[in-house]
T-cell receptor
Framework: EDKVVQSPLSLVVHEGDTVTLNCSYEVTNFRSLLWYKQEKKAPTFLFMLTSSGIEKKSGRLSSILDKKELFSILNITATQTGDSAVYLCAVASGTYKYIFGTGTRLKVLA | DGGITQSPKYLFRKEGQNVTLSCEQNLNHDAMYWYRQDPGQGLRLIYYSQIVNDFQKGDIAEGYSVSREKKESFPLTVTSAQKNPTAFYLC?????????????FGPGTRLTVL
């Protein structure tokens, strides 16, 4: 059965800290891995990763994929209170399927 | 503005009632999806549709029904057969299903059964 596992489930840090969120997967017919940020409502897209070892960056956020070890990490440096959210990892499989992890709930304290 | 709209934002249902959640997109996306999100859990796929007049069951389709009469619209009906319908429902769309495209999400509908 396809599965995506995220860790930790929740995390509390102080502003300025650096955090690393983990996503491991066992999915048949892997196409891509996606990271989303979910605050109150709709998840918003952060990154899509398709190739191993190529880091994607957007400001203080970065992510990388390891297709041999079947995991990805999302790094956030110099965290701010606005980074508080649930971070979702999803794997696109086959022609239609996106399998989501349970998410990591991040709280950044001022 | 291009995007996905869902209505209503909040919905209350009495036991035994069917309710329909609306999802509309003006992104010209081919594929549309319905997910259910429960507290502390990830998104679980209910139904998806790749083209008009065609849709497929996801992992938890029992007690739900959908239609795709127009490309822009993918309504979800929660029937009385759904045993535990209280949840947050998210609609999503993407370009051709399966290509290297991310999903875009609507703002969600929170359904509560009284």
């Amino acid at each position: 059965e396809d599965k995506v596992v995220q860790s930790p489930l929740s995390l509390v840090v102080h502003e300025g800290d650096t955090v690393t969120l983990n996503c491991s997967y066992e999915v048949t017919n892997f196409r891509s891995l996606l990271w989303y940020k979910q605050e109150k409502k709709a998840p918003t897209f952060l990154f899509m990763l398709t190739s191993s070892g190529i880091e994607k960056k957007s400001g203080r956020l970065s992510s990388i994929l390891d297709k041999k070890e079947l995991f990805s990490i999302l790094n956030i440096t110099a965290t701010q209170t606005g980074d508080s959210a649930v971070y979702l990892c999803a794997v696109a499989s086959g022609t239609y399927k996106y399998i989501f992890g349970t998410g990591t709930r991040l709280k950044v304290l001022a | 503005d291009g995007g996905i709209t869902q209505s209503p934002k909040y919905l209350f249902r009495k036991e035994g009632q069917n309710v329909t959640l609306s999802c509309e997109q003006n992104l010209n996306h081919d594929a549309m999806y319905w997910y259910r999100q429960d507290p502390g859990q990830g998104l679980r796929l209910i139904y998806y549709s790749q083209i008009v007049n065609d849709f497929q069951k996801g992992d938890i389709a029992e007690g739900y029904s959908v239609s795709r009469e127009k490309k822009e619209s993918f309504p979800l009906t929660v029937t009385s057969a759904q045993k535990n319908p209280t949840a947050f429902y998210l609609c999503a769309s993407s370009m051709m299903a399966g290509d290297y495209n991310e999903q875009f999400f609507g703002p969600g509908t929170r359904l509560t059964v009284l």
